[in-house]
């Protein structure tokens, strides 16, 4: 089982990883995570998890160095659906395909069953 990398975040906004002892950047923490590393970051004074948060401030950096940018189409689409962030956009398009697929073998298997039932009773 690999070992939970801690990351800890300064009032100053820093970011420290205690495993290394050395501040990392965010950068840096992209690539602990594409080289298969699992970690937390920890507000070092609430002690609260803000690894959500700060893999989210790692994306945006990301995007904004990017050499395209998304659509303001799909910005305003991801807006419009679920909560108007990005995670609820991916939950009600990833839930509409889900449903999609839990939906179509009831139908088929209705259909079929429909189908052969008058077979049976020849």
Do not use: W
Not at 7 to 14: A, G, L, M, S
Not at 83 to 105: H, R, T, Y
Request: glycine share 4%.
């Amino acid at each position: 089982m690999k070992e939970v990398k801690i990351i800890k975040r300064y009032q100053n906004r820093k970011l420290y990883d205690t495993h290394e002892s050395s501040y990392v950047t965010l950068d840096e923490i992209a690539k602990m995570i594409k080289a298969g590393e699992d970690l937390r970051v920890i507000d070092n004074k609430t002690k609260n998890d803000i690894t959500a948060s700060t893999l989210t401030q790692l994306l945006y950096e990301s995007e904004k160095k990017a050499k395209t940018q998304p659509s303001t189409e799909l910005l305003k689409e991801i807006i419009r659906h679920g909560d108007g962030s990005f995670s609820g956009f991916i939950q009600a398009k990833l839930g509409a395909e889900f449903a999609k697929f839990s939906v179509a073998p009831a139908v088929n298997a209705t259909s079929s069953a429909s189908m052969s039932a008058p077979a049976l009773n020849n």
